[in-house]
Nanobody, 123 residues
């Protein structure tokens, strides 16, 4: 599975961005797709995840109510709509996929990773 993330950029606090992650290759192995972020000097942190059907979604505590993950049926693309962005959201956002697991949130539980896209939120 290859993952291609895009959509990062520079935005002011309170603004919005939408990230995209396109999966290719053996996409049937991308059962759960998720987003992680890594801020400067910080560990990689789980942001949001979605199961293949798109019915089940789950979020990290710091983004609940502000970020929305979605997955269009028939497309191997996952989106992360980020609203009310804060300077603390600054970091590199990575797309990841796992072919098994029950709502995984730890980086080691994911089998495939994209290259990351930079998000910078200015105050």
């Amino acid at each position: 599975v290859q993952l291609q993330a895009s959509g990062g950029g520079l935005v002011q606090a309170g603004g919005s961005l939408r990230l995209s992650c396109a999966a290719s290759g053996r996409t049937e192995r991308a059962y759960i797709m998720s987003w992680f972020r890594q801020g400067p000097g910080k560990e990689r942190e789980f942001v949001a995840g979605i199961v293949r059907t798109g019915v089940r979604k789950y979020y990290g505590d710091s983004v609940k109510g502000r970020f929305t993950i979605s997955r269009v049926n028939g497309e191997n693309t996952v989106y992360l709509q980020m609203n009310s962005l804060e300077p603390e959201d600054t970091g590199v956002f990575f797309c990841a996929a796992a072919y098994r697991g029950v709502l995984p949130t730890q980086a080691w539980q994911f089998d495939y990773w994209g290259q990351g896209t930079q998000v910078t939120v200015s105050s």
